[in-house]
């Protein structure tokens, strides 16, 4: 199954969320990150039925999938 995944990722001192290569926020909380991220991947499951989840690339370099819709 093909997933879209919405990207939490290390942005300067803060944290940025990315649809694609598209920038949706920036420089924010990580937690607030997250949060956001959560809420969009289960708005574009609930509006389009696409399977999508969260990305969340840690400072050190390893990639974490913290949620998942669908």
Known sequence: MERTLIAVEPDGPG???RIDHYQ???N???AIAIECAIEMARDCHASIGVPTGVRVRMRC???VLVGACG
Do not use: H
């Open 15 to 17: 944290w940025q969320v």
């Open 24 to 26: 949706v926020a920036r």
């Open 28 to 30: 924010v909380e990580r």
């Open 61 to 63: 370099g390893d990639n």
